[in-house]
């Protein structure tokens, strides 16, 4: 299962295992949503926000031969580095792949599944699921 993984989220998944406990993780989980590119003023607008999350959310998205690449920004910062963690594992998939992509699998593979509260799991299926519609469009 994580032998087609992006270069990004092949790092995460080795990263967030050798954690030894939510603390480590917590704190790594920090340390990837540093990484996002911040998103500019314009593009932290209405059209991309992400409807069903509770902090704000945006994403931005683009397609080079038919491979997706999103980007994203939340002023919450668990939230980010939840979201640098997806973008890692969506980076470059096509339409069908993130059609297929299982978010759930995705977080218990990283240790994640626990810390995610319902309301930052709809958040995050609301991000995937914007993705879907931006890939179907």
């Not at 990263?15 to 920090?30: D, I, K, T, Y």
């Not at 930052?120 to 931006?134: D, I, P, T």
Request: proline fraction near 3%; hydrophobic fraction near 45%.
């Amino acid at each position: 299962m994580t032998d087609n993984l992006p270069g990004a989220a092949q790092e995460a998944l080795e990263a967030f295992n050798a954690c030894p406990g939510w603390e480590q993780r917590a704190r790594l989980l920090m340390q990837w949503g540093e990484r996002l590119a911040p998103l500019s003023e314009a593009e932290r607008c209405e059209a991309n926000r992400v409807h069903g999350c509770e902090s704000l959310v945006w994403l931005v998205a683009e397609t080079h031969g038919g491979a997706w690449h999103f980007r994203a920004g939340s002023d919450a910062r668990l939230l980010r580095g939840m979201l640098a963690v997806l973008l890692a594992r969506v980076d470059g998939l096509r339409g069908e792949e993130l059609a297929a992509l299982d978010l759930a699998a995705w977080f218990d593979q990283l240790g994640l599944a626990r810390q995610l509260s319902p309301s930052r799991s709809n958040g995050l299926n609301a991000v995937l699921q914007r993705m879907r519609e931006l890939a179907r469009s």
